[in-house]
Nanobody, 123 residues
């Protein structure tokens, strides 16, 4: 059972930056594909970006150029650097993990989830 704990959320002005981190408890973290999802009030859970254990990344098109995912297998962490934030980026951001190499955008294909961290972007 993989336990995921997100951190780094908060309140930021539009145009600002935040860095989210997700720490995994599993010592075999390096074999998991990791993903970031978000859910805004009244909206469905939305794929943001994912990274496989080989380092392959997949971004939601609208996030490219603003968000960057990275992972540190030695520290069992995956990070999400978010720049040029917009008010529409306001949401609860979730870290998720799945067995296997493929990065999928469907939340149903991820086995483990963190509790989420709130990101609020003010105008």
């Amino acid at each position: 059972q993989v336990q995921l704990v997100e951190s780094g959320g908060g309140l930021v002005q539009a145009g600002g930056s935040l860095r989210l981190s997700c720490a995994a408890s599993e010592r075999t973290f390096s074999s998991y594909t990791m993903g970031w999802f978000r859910q805004a009030p009244g909206k469905d859970c939305e794929f943001v970006v994912g990274i496989s254990w080989t380092g392959h990344t997949k971004y939601k098109e609208s996030m490219k150029g603003r968000f960057t995912i990275s992972r540190d297998n030695a520290k069992n962490t995956v990070n999400l650097q978010m720049n040029s934030l917009k008010t529409e980026d306001t949401a609860v951001y979730y870290c998720a993990a799945r067995d296997g190499e493929m990065v999928y955008s469907s939340s149903q294909l991820y086995n483990y989830w963190g509790q989420g961290t709130q990101v609020t972007v003010s105008s």
